[in-house]
């Protein structure tokens, strides 16, 4: 299985980001993982009205403040007997995470994402988006919409989906993994999208069987003797499927691949990943391609 060490949440203080910590917490106690807690002062400019600022004492005074917001969300973390650390910085946020990822050898990002003044761009288009680029590390992210204004006590149902792109592998470590510290269970879907009405019955069902049987094989045969994975196939605008099934079945946590639109570097996420992680009521896991995974053997527990 995945092995997770170090776990890092940058917070904003907003709603969202505070549920981000409590997810953070969970998944740290599960995997005996080191939490750290991070948040970016962003620059300060001087005023466009010539009004005299002592920048330096504000960006002083935000330092302060943001250093006891997050000794007081740190409670959480020693609360469940998780090694914590606080981290203040200044910068830019997406360049200031990028660093600790890479000095602390973070495994791990969860965050809060949310809406700035009723554009949902802050999500994909700013720093998540820019962390998916950079950085190789899955990154899970807790909205702010209704579905999710707690966190699940404990991960019971974990839906990771896949089109055998790029990343595929990864994505079903990391599902098995969480399924496996969380004695979770597992659902592995494919969306069949491009099956034309006029595609006859008996085709269908041929192509459902194979892409079935090759669902099948991601679960490697070791994982077997503690899960009991369930692979499915179904038809279908695949971002309304998920939304659909992550709805119905209340799954806590979905994991998917992320990956390129081709010959568009302008984003790293496909349009199916965009529109699921703005609109699904619960976390998302995304792993970006190539992301890296650290593997430890240890005794199988079996789902209860």
């Known amino acids: 299985m995945v092995q997770i060490e170090r776990i890092l949440c940058p917070v904003d203080f907003y709603p969202a980001s505070e549920r981000a910590v409590e997810y953070a917490v969970i998944l740290a106690e599960n995997y005996g ?26 960006v002083e005074a935000l330092k302060e403040e943001s250093a006891r917001k997050l000794q007081q969300l740190s409670r959480k973390a020693e609360s469940a007997k998780v090694p914590v650390e606080c981290i203040v910085r200044t910068g830019e946020i997406h360049q200031e995470i990028k ?28 720093v998540a988006e820019q962390l998916l680029r950079s950085v190789k590390v899955p990154l899970l992210t807790i909205g702010r919409r209704e579905g999710i204004e707690k966190v699940p006590l404990a991960i019971r149902r974990i839906l990771v989906t896949t089109d055998f792109s790029e990343g595929t592998s990864e994505a079903i470590a990391y599902a098995l993994s969480i399924a496996q510290e969380c004695q979770a269970h597992i659902s592995i879907l494919h969306v069949l999208g491009n099956v034309g009405a006029d595609t006859s019955q008996k085709y269908r069902e041929i192509l459902t069987r194979k892409i079935g049987d090759q669902l099948e094989k991601l679960v490697q045969p070791e994982a077997r003797a503690w899960c009991d994975a369930k692979t499915r196939v179904e038809t279908g605008l695949p971002f309304k499927v998920i939304l659909r099934t992550v709805e ?38 995304m792993i970006p391609p190539r992301a890296a995974t650290r593997r430890k053997r240890r005794p199988a527990r079996k789902v209860a």
């Open 248 to 285: 119905k079945e209340s799954i806590d946590l979905l994991v998917m691949n992320v990956h390129g639109k081709r010959g568009l570097d302008r984003s790293l996420l496909d349009s199916t990943a965009e529109r699921v992680v703005r609109a699904a009521t619960c976390p998302v896991l």
């Open 99 to 126: 660093k600790i990822v890479r000095s602390a050898r973070i495994d791990f990002v969860v965050m809060g994402t949310h809406g700035r003044r009723g554009i949902e761009r802050w999500v994909l288009g700013s």
């Open 33 to 58: 993982a080191e939490l750290t807690l991070l948040h970016v002062v962003a620059p300060i400019l001087p005023s466009a009205y010539g009004v005299r600022v002592d920048l330096k004492s504000l």
